[in-house]
């Protein structure tokens, strides 16, 4: 069973920089035609989807967000990280890792990390 899993610093003051990595066993994210994704819960927009790397390394990002937005990966340690520059309470969420094949949807999810910024 693919299984993802968020780790990193949950508690932020606004100006600092998020950091998680997601932990991917039972599967590779080198595996052909798949989506490293990173998306958070976004008051009165639902789901919101922040970026994205795929197999071969090429990045894809929600233009709203990608000024301060970078997905990177260590295919040593079968993991994908997250930066998000400039944080403000408003970033202040649930933020997931998740797996989409060829496009056609997530079908596996990070159990989700919360993320609090306050002064």
């Known amino acids: 069973q693919v299984q993802l899993q968020e780790s990193g610093t949950g508690l932020l003051k606004p100006s600092q920089t998020l950091f998680l990595t997601c932990t991917v066993s039972?599967?590779?994210?080198?595996?052909?035609?798949?989506?490293w994704t990173w998306i958070r819960q976004s008051p009165g927009k639902g789901l919101e989807w922040m970026g994205a790397?795929?197999?071969?390394?090429?990045?894809f990002y929600n233009p709203s967000l990608k000024s301060r937005t970078a997905v990177s990966r260590d295919t040593a340690k079968n993991q994908f990280s997250l930066q998000f520059a400039s944080v403000t309470p408003e970033d202040t969420t649930t933020y997931y890792c998740?797996?989409?094949?060829?496009?056609?949807?997530?079908?596996?999810w990070g159990k989700g990390i919360r993320v609090t910024v306050s002064s």
């Open positions: 998740a797996r989409d094949l060829g496009g056609g949807g997530v079908d596996y």
């Open positions: 790397m795929d197999e071969d390394g090429n990045l």
């Open positions: 039972g599967d590779s994210i080198t595996r052909i035609t798949s989506y």
